[in-house]
């Protein structure tokens, strides 16, 4: 099993900035994606961004957000700028066995308890 364990949500003003962390502990050897969906209210859960070899990002989000990885601390950071109204939601952190181009077919195996980001215009 694998644990995942978010911080840095919180509440900021439209243009401003906030920075999504996330922990894995556990059983992480084998894991290859590792990133970020939302779930705002009233809307399913989507996803943000994904890293492996690769990175995948929503189309909402490129340019404004930046995924990054820490292998040797079993880390992955969402950077997000320039945020709007819209991107109001939970973000929940991710992780699976299968890299980025293999996730719409094999899912992600994990999920983190998710982190409140609320942004005022």
């Known amino acids: 099993q694998v644990q995942l364990v978010e911080s840095g949500g919180g509440s900021v003003q439209a243009g401003g900035s906030l920075r999504l962390s996330c922990t894995a502990s556990?059983?992480?050897?084998?894991?290859?994606?590792m990133g970020w969906y939302r779930q705002a209210p009233g809307k399913q859960r989507e996803l943000v961004a994904v890293i492996s070899a690769d990175t995948k990002y929503a189309d909402s989000v490129k340019g404004r957000f930046t995924i990054s990885r820490d292998n040797a601390k079993n880390m992955v950071i969402l950077q997000m700028d320039s945020l709007k109204p819209e991107d109001t939601a939970v973000y929940y952190c991710?992780?699976?066995?299968?890299?980025?181009?293999?996730?719409?077919?094999?899912?992600?195996?994990?999920w983190g308890k998710g982190t409140l980001v609320t942004v005022s215009s």
């Open positions: 556990g059983s992480v050897d084998g894991i290859r994606t």
């Open positions: 991710t992780a699976g066995y299968f890299e980025v181009a293999d996730i719409d077919y094999y899912g992600l195996d994990y």
